[in-house]
């Protein structure tokens, strides 16, 4: 509740920041791409992670706004980093109440216009365990986004219980695999045919499969055999400010 009251304030004063984890290739080893993820900096209960306000902030309307400024601010610590010469994707994961608003496609739109960020490089990461009640308008805005050059992932796959109907249904380019699958790849051989057949299912759509929550050596060897393209987790690289990311992906390469 305590939360809940603070957010407003919170949202007027920009007590939040935003951290990148990288997305690395599996063959290329480079760092491919960045995930943008968003934190609170409390005053009084110091930092808390999105599970605990993104869901207070859609209860309340006051995911627009929030979600307006993590737009802005990915987009201009990106468009610096593009300065820098480097080939990346940027991806942001959006509400499906901002969908609901009726204001995410227009949004994304001014927060690529006023970075300078090309649309070809933002990558929306899409939910599926919220919507339904939003389908069509999100189904009209991922195409408006897509038009406009824009990536579109379904994040977390395989967690709700509708996520082959989604794919079904919504335009999408990328599979962003949910860490519940991978954690048991080396030890769960059920589990590890299931990670096998996305990256399968993937590679018969077209699609790009990203393995999240990659953590050890061995998962990545087994997704490598699998021919999974795109890992991300803290094996790689945690969460990291903007202004750490230079040095480390200099580092990483
Ligand atoms: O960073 P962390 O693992 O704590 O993120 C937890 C969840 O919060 C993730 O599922 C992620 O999709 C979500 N999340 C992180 N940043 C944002 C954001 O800017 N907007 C929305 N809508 N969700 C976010
Ligand atoms: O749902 P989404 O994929 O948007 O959320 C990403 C979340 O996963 C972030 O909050 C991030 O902190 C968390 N995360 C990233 N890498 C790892 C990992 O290797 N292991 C675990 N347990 N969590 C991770
Ligand atoms: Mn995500
Ligand atoms: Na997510």
């Known amino acids: 509740a305590q939360l809940a009251a603070d957010l407003p304030a919170a949202i ?7 951290v990148y984890q990288p997305v690395a290739g599996v063959e290329e080893r480079r760092i491919l791409g960045l995930e943008a993820l968003v934190r609170w900096d409390h005053p009084v209960l110091g ?9 207070l902030a859609e209860a309340d309307g006051l995911i ?29 994961n959006v509400s499906v109440r901002h969908v609901q608003a009726g204001c995410l496609a227009p949004d994304v739109a001014q ?18 365990s919220i919507m339904l009640d939003a389908e069509d308008r999100l189904q009209s805005d991922l195409s408006t986004l897509r038009d ?3 990536i579109i992932s379904l994040d977390d796959f395989g967690r ?14 990328v599979l962003k695999m949910d860490r519940e ?5 080396e030890t769960d051989p059920r589990g590890a045919a299931l990670v096998a ?12 499969v990203v393995a999240e929550g990659v953590e050890t050596a061995g998962q990545l060897h087994a997704l490598r055999d699998m021919k999974c393209r795109y890992v991300q987790g803290w094996l790689l690289g945690r969460p990291m400010a903007a202004q750490d990311l230079p040095a480390f992906m200099a580092a990483f390469d």
């Open 148 to 150: 406009m050059g824009c």
């Open 47 to 55: 930092t808390v992670p999105p599970d605990e306000f993104i869901e």
């Open 111 to 128: 927060a690529l216009a006023d970075s300078g960020v090309p649309p070809d490089r933002l990558m929306i990461e899409v939910t599926e």
């Open 64 to 92: 627009v706004p929030l979600q307006q400024w993590v737009l802005r601010t990915a987009t201009a610590d990106f468009a610096d980093l593009l300065a820098g010469g480097r080939d990346l994707k940027l991806g942001v």
């Open 160 to 173: 709700g219980y509708s996520s082959l109907a989604y794919l079904a249904r919504l335009p999408v380019d």
């Open 197 to 208: 057949a996305v990256v399968e299912l993937g590679r018969t759509l077209g699609m790009d």
């Open 12 to 18: 007027e004063q920009e007590q939040f920041r935003v």
């Open 181 to 185: 699958f991978i954690g048991g790849i």
